[in-house]
């Protein structure tokens, strides 16, 4: 059923039912990084409190930063183009023309790669992934004219039907006359709105069978010429979350799994700070009636000799020595269970300007058995939606070709699908090391198909194989084309010995002319 009130009516009413997740993300935000999600009514000019403890904010920074390698690998593309052959032989299309078209596509992605390189999705997607870390919620944006944008928690609202998929968004943008066109200002200004008046720029994404609806408003007044629909595949508005729970329209961060630990680490840290400053603070206490004097004692320069009595002066001390030892073996033991959580701990990859695709299949392995079947939705919610609204983006802009929506699709080559491509390419190379072994070398040729070899090792590396690896049809013709070859070689010495018999027996059978007579 289709929505009929403003966006700002749709706001308002999903808004009372984000008010727990906010208060999550604020909790978890201040033990983390406390700019992600300020408490309400932060502004440009307010403060922000800094946990005693960094550890939760080291923690969420590596996070985010692997997850970025993992997703958007620098040096490698993240998804690939597949192409049905199938049904395009069933066409009678032919091979070589296919052949032709795999090439282009990989030149299409290359030139995606260039654009998410040019533009600033990597520095968005990086943003995103720390929201959903610490928050469990992000909203992507991507218009018609490039680039990307993230909506924070505090500035959208969701509703998701029961199989997880959104039904309703609405975003909330607190505008200025500066940044507002000339038109529009001048709209305002005829409606009664002065310069210094708030403006609220509410826009609705409602999902409406396979199309998405948007529209927007300001101040629950109507913009008729924002009233537009799309795709369902290819909107720009792209809801993310950490982890899905069922029931629920907005997700769970990671840090909020790990709210109890930091919580204790950050009173612990604090009380082991404060404490350790009580107990360097050094007081001198002098007897009143004794007869050393305080200020004698305050005046003198060291080394002075001055009169009084040694009993007279007593030093103030906090005795808090084991207490502060059980609280900093607490908080180490804590820290390390953090660490371990946050993969602070984890040498993997280098700190090297590019990384090799080991690496990055290794860190990937590590995230996925150390975060569960993140990428399972990630991949799902955020890496092939991202990749189908940019390249029809591209192809809006004349970027990129049109391209047979049926027969060409965007796979996602990592996360999961690199983990599974990576263990066939382990366990490929353990079959035949064993097998080498066992019945040795000779063997294993004899009885390993070579070229099928090279073309699982090749997608599991994710490598397009054609033109590169013959054919069974190339092999053999290049087998008879060395037999013609070598029967030709052997076949001239005795062709030529043959010939020169010949005319030899030419010669001895020729007649010979008997010589005048003198």
């Known amino acids: 059923m289709a929505f009929t009130g403003t966006a700002k009516s749709l706001y308002d ?8 997740y906010l208060d999550r993300a604020r909790a978890c935000s201040r033990l983390t990084l406390p700019y992600v999600m300020p408490d309400a009514g932060f502004g440009p000019s307010s403060r922000l409190d800094t946990p005693f403890q960094g550890v939760g904010a080291r923690g969420a920074n590596n996070l985010a930063s692997k997850l970025l390698l993992a997703l958007l690998p620098p040096n490698a593309p993240f998804f690939r183009l597949n192409i049905d052959t199938y049904n395009l032989l069933q066409e009678g299309v032919p091979e070589e023309f296919i052949s032709e078209v795999e090439g282009t596509l990989q030149q299409v992605e290359e030139t995606v790669m260039d654009e998410i390189s040019r533009e600033t999705y990597r520095t968005a997607i990086h943003s995103a992934l720390k929201h959903l870390i610490i928050t469990g919620n992000a909203l992507l944006y991507l218009p018609d004219d490039g680039g990307i944008r993230v909506f924070h928690l505090d500035r959208f609202v969701i509703e998701r039907d029961a199989m997880g998929h959104f039904t309703y968004i609405a ?5 200025s006359f500066a940044t507002l066109d000339e038109t529009m200002k001048q709209a305002l200004f005829e409606s009664g709105y002065k310069e210094n008046d708030e403006i609220n720029l509410y826009t609705a994404v409602c999902r409406e069978g396979k199309k998405v609806r948007i529209f927007q408003d300001i101040n629950g007044a109507a913009l008729p010429e924002s ?13 993310l979350r950490f982890s899905r729970v069922d029931g629920e329209s907005y997700g769970r961060g990671y840090v909020e799994e790990y709210l109890g630990d930091l919580q204790s680490l950050e009173a612990l840290t604090r009380a082991i700070v ?32 001055v009169q009084g009595n040694a009993q007279d002066v007593s030093v103030l001390q906090v005795q808090k020595h084991t207490d502060l030892r059980v609280a900093q073996e607490t908080a180490l033991a804590i820290k390390d269970r953090l660490g371990a959580a946050f993969l602070l701990t984890s040498g993997v990859v280098r700190n090297a300007e590019r990384v090799t695709a080991e690496e990055i299949r290794m860190l990937s392995q590590e995230l996925e058995s150390a975060l569960g079947g993140l990428y399972s939705l990630l991949s799902t919610e955020m890496q092939l939606p991202v990749v189908t609204r940019l390249m029809d983006v591209m192809k809006k802009k004349k970027k990129l070709p049109t391209l047979p929506k049926d027969v060409v699709k965007p796979v996602i080559v990592t996360g999961v699908e690199a983990l599974g491509r990576g263990n066939d390419l382990q366990k490929l190379d353990l079959f035949l090391a064993g097998a080498a072994q066992v019945v040795g070398p000779e063997a294993v040729a004899q009885y390993v198909n070579v070229g099928e070899y090279f073309k699982r090792r090749a997608a599991s590396l994710g490598i397009k194989t054609n033109g590169l690896v013959k054919s069974q049809e190339e092999m053999q013709a290049e087998a008879q084309q060395m037999q013609q070859a070598a029967l030709m070689e052997k076949a001239a010495p ?17 007649p010979v002319e008997e010589q005048p007579q003198e």
Do not use: C, W
Request: charged share 20%.
């Open 13 to 20: 009413s999903l808004e009372g039912k984000r008010h727990q």
């Open 171 to 175: 975003t909330k943008e607190t505008l």
């Open 227 to 239: 009233d537009g629909t799309y795709p369902l595949d290819k909107n720009p508005f792209i809801p």
């Open 274 to 305: 404060e404490g350790s400053a009580a107990s360097a603070k050094v007081l001198f206490l002098v007897n009143p009636n004794g007869t050393t004097r305080g200020r004698t004692l305050a005046e003198s320069p060291n080394g002075a000799i």
């Open 494 to 510: 005795q062709g030529v010995k043959a010939l020169s018999d010949q005319m030899l027996m030419a010669q001895q059978q020729q």
